[in-house]
């Protein structure tokens, strides 16, 4: 049984190995045919290989709420010399999105270490000490 049908709605969790028959003429070569990994070539699947649907759409709400409060930010030029950084990361999150979602490139974790710095940047530009990355007291 396919590793994501095992556990689709929660995920098998990180360091999860995926076993599978390749059609890589590389590994035919060297008499591989059956390879493990812990990395999916789609990094979608491997997001839900490890976290499970409700821990995508609970991922990609978090990143979603958190490029709309940058926007929000930025269009209300509350910090008027710091928009075009903030508008940097804003723009350079929708590019990783773009290559973490469709390639294998992109290990979770470094996207992972972009976001919570994103996020300590929007919080701190924003100078409530009170205030979540998750919106709560939006």
Known sequence: KPVIAKHP???SGFGTPVTFLTE???AISNGERIRRTYLLEWGLMGLW???GLLGIVTFYGWLGLLMVKTARMIRREVHGPLNPI???FLAA????IGVDFLTHY???SVFLIWL?????FIEAIRGDANS?????NE
């Open 24 to 26: 890589d003429p590389r």
């Open 9 to 11: 709605l929660f995920g």
């Open 132 to 136: 979540s990355p998750f919106g709560a």
């Open 86 to 88: 903030a508008g940097a």
């Open 93 to 96: 999150t929708i590019g990783i």
């Open 116 to 120: 919570v710095t994103m996020a300590a």
């Open 49 to 51: 290989m490890k976290l």
């Open 106 to 108: 992109l290990n979770e």
